[in-house]
């Protein structure tokens, strides 16, 4: 038998980090980075008061109606502020506001979903009661369903509420 050895050239290879294996190695053919609105949901003890919530009511109502995430995503924040410091300027917008949360909670992005849940357990916290109605009900049925969720973000934000 006879053995039969092949010289084998080593290929060599290029290591790249896990940044430069998508980057243009021309600086020219480089797109520049995405400018996308990046929206942390805040937990309770992070929202602060409102200085002057008066002034602030208009555009919150002018916010919930926007087709704009962020803006919604401003204006739940803004709610839950409402809700918690100065919820008898709430009480005429309650109806609209739980619309809107409920909504929002059926929305596929997970910082709006997110904020949407949290909203609802401070306006839960500030209402109780005076939340009875069709839309308290839906409310509920999406809280049981976003906590079987398996997004991790929606889905722990439920089961805390």
């Given at each position: 038998?006879?053995r039969?050895?092949?010289?084998?050239?080593?290929?060599k290879?290029?290591?790249?980090?896990?940044?430069?294996r998508n980057?243009?190695?021309?600086?020219?053919l480089?797109?520049?980075?995405?400018?996308?609105?990046?929206?942390?949901?805040?937990?309770?003890p992070?929202?602060?008061?409102?200085?002057?919530?008066?002034?602030k009511?208009?555009?919150?109502?002018?916010?919930?109606?926007?087709?704009?995430?962020?803006?919604?995503c401003?204006?739940?924040?803004?709610?839950?502020?409402?809700?918690?410091?100065?919820?008898?300027?709430?009480?005429?917008?309650?109806?609209?506001?739980?619309v809107?949360?409920?909504?929002?909670?059926?929305?596929?992005?997970?910082?709006?979903?997110?904020?949407?849940?949290?909203?609802?357990?401070?306006?839960f916290?500030?209402?109780?009661?005076?939340?009875?109605?069709?839309?308290?009900?839906?409310l509920?049925?999406?809280?049981l369903?976003?906590?079987?969720?398996?997004?991790?973000?929606?889905?722990?934000?439920?089961?805390?509420?």
């Amino acid at each position: 038998m006879f053995r039969l050895r092949m010289a084998v050239k080593e290929k060599k290879v290029q290591r790249f980090s896990s940044n430069q294996r998508n980057i243009s190695p021309h600086p020219r053919l480089r797109e520049p980075p995405l400018n996308l609105p990046t929206i942390r949901p805040r937990t309770t003890p992070q929202i602060p008061t409102l200085p002057n919530p008066e002034s602030k009511f208009q555009s919150l109502i002018e916010g919930l109606d926007s087709k704009d995430w962020t803006k919604v995503c401003e204006s739940l924040n803004d709610a839950r502020r409402f809700a918690l410091y100065h919820s008898s300027l709430l009480v005429p917008l309650l109806e609209k506001v739980t619309v809107v949360v409920v909504k929002s909670m059926k929305n596929p992005r997970s910082a709006l979903c997110k904020t949407s849940i949290m909203a609802s357990s401070d306006i839960f916290k500030a209402f109780g009661d005076q939340l009875l109605g069709s839309n308290s009900d839906a409310l509920d049925s999406l809280l049981l369903l976003k906590a079987s969720q398996d997004k991790k973000l929606v889905c722990e934000e439920a089961d805390k509420t």
